[in-house]
């Protein structure tokens, strides 16, 4: 079964930093590009980052670009963000997502076909 | 960057009716553009991608078409389990922008 499995959310103040985790399960993980999705408590989705398979292709949302970092570790299977200078307007479900389609070439620019449950990441003092 | 927008943001129709649902890119995509269906607490589920193929195990009641700035997701005839958050996404690009959301109730 295809699983993904989202942690490392949890109380943060605003300024600090917070290290998420997905750990892919059910299918090659280095066959294909990863994104992070987030919603803000009764708000729509938003892109977040994405990563393509081989990490040579990584993009960004604005609002969280040079503060948010997106890697990952075929090795073990896993993606990561890194989220400094964590501010409220970052609280929010944050969730991992696969893309349908595995890329011949490092693009990110797929639909996401399968999605974790999430993680809450709740920034406050 | 391209905004993607989504109307109405709620509608409420009966079981059975036929649902339109538009979204509306504010630069040309092409036909790089998805929908989802998100539950209330649930995951969102990936429904179409290409503007108008359906992802497998989607019932045939959903269908999209358009291309360009213009998209359209139709439910045919409108179920309870139905009851939903509807989402597209461009992915053309980065930004891979959603929509708004197109809330769905049964009438």
């Known amino acids: 079964e295809v699983q993904l499995v989202e942690s490392g959310g949890g109380l943060v103040q605003p300024g600090r930093s917070l290290r998420l985790s997905c750990a892919a399960s059910?299918?090659?993980?280095?066959?294909?590009?990863m994104h992070w999705v987030r919603q803000a408590p009764g708000k729509g989705l938003e892109w977040v980052s994405g990563?393509?398979?081989?990490?040579?292709?990584?993009g960004y949302a604005d609002s969280v670009k040079g503060r948010f970092t997106l890697s990952r570790d075929n090795a073990k299977n896993s993606l990561y963000l890194e989220m400094n200078s964590l501010k409220p307007e970052d609280t929010a479900l944050y969730y991992c997502?696969?893309?349908?389609?595995?890329?011949?070439?490092?693009?990110?620019?797929?639909?996401?076909?399968?999605w974790g449950q999430g993680t809450m990441v709740t920034v406050s003092s | 960057d391209i905004q993607m927008t989504q109307s109405p943001s709620s509608l409420s129709a009966s079981v059975g009716d036929r649902v339109t649902i538009s979204c509306r890119a504010s630069?040309?995509?092409?036909?790089?553009l998805a929908w989802y269906q998100q539950k209330p607490g649930e995951v969102p589920k990936f429904l179409i991608y290409?503007?108008?193929t359906l992802q497998s195990g989607v019932p045939s009641r959903f269908s999209g078409s358009g291309s360009g700035t213009d998209f359209t997701l139709t439910i045919s005839s409108l179920q309870p389990e139905d009851v939903a958050t509807y989402y597209c996404?461009?992915?053309?690009?980065?930004?891979?922008?959603f929509g708004g959301g197109t809330k769905v109730e049964i009438k």
């Open positions: 997502a696969k893309v349908g389609t595995i890329a011949a070439a490092g693009t990110t620019l797929y639909p996401f076909d399968i």
């Open positions: 059910g299918f090659t993980f280095d066959d294909y590009a």
């Open positions: 990563i393509s398979w081989n990490s040579g292709n990584i």
């Open positions: 630069q040309g995509i092409s036909n790089y």
């Open positions: 290409g503007s108008s």
């Open positions: 996404q461009k992915y053309n690009s980065a930004p891979l922008t």
